[in-house]
Structures are given as C-alpha cells and as structure tokens.
C-alpha cells in the first residue's frame, strides 16, 4: 500500500489546495490565512461573524439549533478545499477540514456533546460522489470529544432550494428529517460543511429536539453569504 501511496504521489504529487505549491493538502502559509471566524466575536447563536452584541443574521429568525460554530468564511483556501473535497473527490480533505473544525469546537465548547452527527447528502448527491462527505468531517469532531459519530439523521424528503430566499428555505426544509434513534435527553452536535441560510441545519435540530435531545447545536466549517 505505501509503494503504491509513493507511485501516486510521485505521478500526481499532492498539493496545496489554495496556493496549488506540492507537499501537502494545505500548506502552512495558507494555513495561516485561512478566513476563520472568530468565536469570541461571532454570533453564539447563529455563528455569524461580528454578531456578538447584535447579528443582524438571525435577529428576526428562531434557530431551533441552540448556537452554531462556523471554522472559517466559505472564501479563499477554505472554499476551495470544501468544494474540493465535495465535488472534485478529495477525500482526503474530510478529515483534514473534520480535525480543525473538531479543534475549534472543542475550544469553544469544551466537553459538551453526548451524540455527534451530520447533515446527510441525498442518495443522489451519494450515488454520485460515492461518499457522504459530511460524515467524513463529522468523524474527528466525534473522536476530538470521544463519542461516535453517528447516521441519526435520515432524509424523509429532499427539495431545490436554490432557487429560494431565506424565509423560502427555511419553509421548505422543515419536516426534512427523521432521526433513528430515541436521544432519551442526550446533548446532540450535529456537523456540516456549508451553513447558508441555516434551514436545513434548523430542520436537523428539530427533528433531533423531537426525537428527545435535550439540546443542539451546530458545528460547520464554513460560513457562506
């Protein structure tokens, strides 16, 4: 397996997805230019950047997420890697994007989740990746706070909601999900790679608050306007 590792990477070296320079998947400089967000100054309820006295994100809008945590805004390397590792299959990505988004809410939050979970892609949407490349991030994030990162959320109905505002999305998604098991009270983290709007991250909360969490909130690693 590593001579052939060696093979491909000696006939497609590996390189850097904002600078495109070979030796690794992000490389230190653009590491550090990554467009984070700030925890301390963002929005604890929606995640948006600067909203911590006032958001004018989700002032007019009822999460049923009780905060949100976003690594970065979906600009620069960090969109590409997310589109990337989405739509070009770079899976190595999921893991890398997975252990800093774990690192930043573990930071934030500390021990807090009792179930880890992500926001399923469609069957067509897996079918035609191969992957789930949600559960790929999710993974470090359920490790990082030492619970599993399970399936619990299952399309019941998938919409386009390209097309629709934020009101429109927000209608649109609710009653997306169905949950697998009963949560019986538990504290539920449920991850993503891309929050726009919030719908259907307000969609997965309300079906996992339904099933019995006691809690949710939401963990993604970009932010998008």
């Known amino acids: ?3 052939l590792d060696g093979l491909i990477e000696l006939l497609a070296p590996t390189r850097c997805v904002g600078c495109e320079l070979p030796g690794a998947l992000l ?3 653009c590491l550090q230019d990554l467009p984070r967000i700030d925890a301390d100054v963002a929005c604890p309820h929606c995640g948006a950047p600067y909203g911590a006295m ?3 994100e989700c002032w007019s809008t009822e999460f049923a997420f009780a ?3 976003s690594l970065g805004e979906l600009e620069g390397a960090l969109a590409r890697a997310v589109v990337l590792h989405k739509d070009a299959g770079e899976r190595r990505l999921g893991p890398l994007l997975g252990s800093m988004l774990a ?7 500390r021990a807090w989740p009792d179930a880890v979970c992500w ?3 469609t069957g067509a949407a897996i079918a035609r990746r191969g992957f789930d490349h949600s559960a790929a991030i999710a993974a470090p994030v359920a490790q990082r706070f030492g619970v599993d990162a399970e399936p619990l959320l299952v399309r019941s109905r998938a919409r386009d909601q390209r097309h629709l505002g934020r009101e429109g999305r927000l209608a649109s998604a609710r009653g997306t999900f169905a949950v697998a098991r009963p949560l019986d009270g538990a504290r539920a983290l449920v991850v993503d790679d891309v929050l726009t709007t919030g719908a259907t991250l307000d969609a ?3 079906a996992l608050l339904a099933a019995g969490a006691a809690e949710v909130r939401a963990a993604v690693v970009a932010r998008a306007w």
């Open 204 to 206: 997965a909360a309300q």
């Open 119 to 121: 926001v399923p892609a």
């Open 54 to 56: 006032v958001c004018t």
């Open 103 to 109: 690192e930043a809410a573990a930071t934030r939050w």
């Open 27 to 29: 490389c230190e400089r």
């Open 67 to 69: 905060a949100a945590l």
């Open 1 to 3: 397996m590593r001579l």
